[in-house]
């Protein structure tokens, strides 16, 4: 009985199924870490967008009446908002939930106010840092909400 030598020649495709997955766990790897820093970022995005929307109504609930001139055939009493009032709500509202302590870096934004006299606008900044890939962000991602909320009165 004779043996066949060994070929001590290499396969071509030996090993590249390793470098295979290896890759594809690469791209996985990155693909979850991207999902949880957008997911992060929209979540605390949707959290801010409640506490605009929670202040807003509150600012709406400060008004006060405009009679105008009275008599018959005049106007019916209106609800005014006035700006300072609305940003002095909103900062009121977001202290008393505690929202500063939720948020970081959380601001009540120049454009809150009362744009037409009867809408509350409240505009709040804050500042998100998503999970991993906070060493690409270090400074973290700005968001921004704006909600409106209108005074109106009913019989």
């Known amino acids: 009985m004779r ?4 070929s001590t020649a290499v396969e071509p495709d030996a090993g590249q199924v390793g470098v295979l997955i ?3 766990l690469l791209v996985s ?10 997911s992060a970022v929209y979540i605390e ?23 105008g001139t009275g008599g018959p055939g005049a106007a019916p009493p209106l609800p005014t908002l006035d700006g ?4 002095d709500s909103t900062t009121a509202y977001l202290t008393a939930i505690g929202a500063g302590d939720r948020f970081e870096l959380l601001t009540v934004d120049p454009a809150t106010g009362a744009p037409d006299g009867r809408t509350a606008r409240v505009v709040l900044t ?7 890939v906070n060493f690409l962000v270090p400074a973290g991602i700005p968001i921004v909400a704006q909600a409106d ?6 019989r």
């Open 45 to 67: 995005h949707k959290k801010l967008l409640s506490a605009a929307d929670g202040a807003a109504l509150a600012a709406a609930d400060d008004y006060s009446i405009d009679v």
């Open 3 to 6: 043996r066949r030598p060994r």
């Open 29 to 38: 790897l990155l693909v979850v870490t991207v999902v949880l820093a957008v």
């Open 126 to 132: 804050a500042v998100v840092h998503p999970p991993i």
């Open 22 to 24: 290896i890759g594809y």
């Open 84 to 87: 300072a009032r609305v940003a």
């Open 149 to 154: 909320a209108r005074a109106e009165l009913t």
